[in-house]
């Protein structure tokens, strides 16, 4: 009884802030202009418009994943030979937790500086004879979003999948080397196989994050809406969008059917990794 009273303000917390915010989103989408109920905004789910901001996100969630996670990967498992107490694995994890939460108009703000039209790493660049905005100023559309996205999913891939490396026990590797096994194959036959639901789930949730992520994409595309988090933005601050009103419910919708399946998936491989991290 002591315990559940005193997650009661956490609790009250999550109702408050997340969960009666997203029921208000959702069921704005099944009200048209004037309150009544409709499914009309349901119907702008298959309109062209919003079907290429859904794949748009979603290539720019995957592609981030997918980058971050093997990069996070390849830093996780260098790790693995320094001590998880020694200098090295502190700087690691401290500038990790922060990176992972350094997102939004900040890191807009540093991209724009370090690598926009007069950032300094692109006058730096242009004075060598190299100019990275030959072919049009990237950065401030779709293409500019990759590598801010993959600048806060490295670090959360080496905070959420380095307890998956720690939990590959030394003995495992003593004992395929007794019976005669090659490191092949006990990455092949052992090492993989107990990392691979820990890789996958962690994948999933770098798509989540980079899928859900606003903020750092409002920052630098000022026009146009191209990924779904824009279009909600674009159907909230104009009138109407696409001929309804009150289209970001339905765009709301849509964005929480991917997560909920994106992290069923997450619950499951979470679940099977969990039995070697005990």
């Given at each position: ?37 409709t499914f009309d905004n349901l119907l702008a789910l298959g309109d062209p418009f919003v ?8 290539w720019l969630s995957a592609l981030t994943a997918v980058a971050g996670a093997l990069i ?94 720690e939990a590959l026990r030394p003995q495992w590797a003593e004992a395929n080397a007794t ?100």
């Open positions: 009884m002591g315990a559940a009273f005193g997650l009661l303000p956490f609790g009250a917390y999550v109702a408050l802030f997340l969960a009666l915010p997203t029921l208000i989103a959702l069921g704005t989408g099944f009200l048209d202009g004037d309150g009544g109920f079907l290429q901001g859904f794949w748009n996100t979603i996070g990967l390849i830093v996780c498992y260098a790790l693995t030979s320094s001590s998880s107490t020694g200098p090295l694995r502190t700087v690691v994890d401290a500038l990790s937790s922060v990176l992972a939460q350094f997102g939004g108009v900040m890191l807009a703000f540093a991209f724009i500086a370090t690598m926009g039209g007069q950032g300094l790493v692109t006058l730096i660049l242009r004075n060598w004879g190299i100019d990275i905005y030959a072919n049009g100023v990237w950065l401030y559309e779709m293409p500019g979003l990759v590598l801010p996205y993959i600048y806060f999913q490295v670090p959360l891939m080496i905070i959420v999948f380095m307890p998956a490396m019976l005669g096994g090659t490191r092949f194959a006990y990455w092949k036959n052992i090492g993989l196989p107990v990392l691979a639901p820990s890789f996958f789930g962690s994948l999933l949730l770098l798509f989540a994050n980079a899928f859900s992520s606003f903020a750092t994409a409002a920052a630098l595309i000022s026009q146009g809406a191209q990924i779904t988090p824009l279009q909600i933005r674009a159907s909230l601050t104009s009138e109407t969008v696409l001929g309804r009103a009150n289209l970001a419910g339905a765009l709301a919708l849509g964005m929480i059917a991917v997560m909920v399946v994106v992290m069923v998936g997450y619950a499951f491989l979470d679940r099977r990794a969990s039995r070697w991290q005990r």
